[in-house]
């Protein structure tokens, strides 16, 4: 959502599949990346994303999974996953935590 960081209800059941996920491949971590759109200060969005990813670590260890599986990293509006949005739709895109599974080499 705009200006927030809460987890929404229809991205709670997707965490919970993750944590599920992670539960059963117990040597593989996960960085959370945070991701703004482009409205709001650079320091601003940088801020609020670094919350996003903090929420969705907050929620998978409260789901049982290691923090110290789970890294975060904020990029605000820096990595757009639709560059130049002009719409709401768009920038609702832009607005998220994504994912790196690191899975360990043998």
């Given amino acids: 959502a705009f200006d927030r960081s809460a987890i929404g209800e229809a991205e709670r059941k997707k965490l919970e599949n993750l944590?599920?996920?992670l539960k059963?491949?117990?040597s593989y971590t996960l960085i959370i990346e945070g991701h703004t759109d482009k409205r709001g200060s650079m320091e601003y969005n940088r801020a609020l994303s670094e919350r996003r990813a903090l929420a969705v670590k907050q929620y998978l260890t409260?789901?049982?999974i290691g923090a110290k599986r789970l890294e975060t990293v904020?990029?605000?509006?820096?990595k757009p996953a639709v560059k130049n949005a002009s719409m709401a739709e768009e920038y609702a895109k832009n607005r998220r935590a994504a994912f790196i599974l690191e899975i360990p080499r043998n």
């Fill in 19 to 21: 944590a599920d996920y």
């Fill in 24 to 26: 059963k491949h117990s």
């Fill in 62 to 64: 409260d789901l049982g």
């Fill in 74 to 78: 904020p990029y605000g509006e820096e």
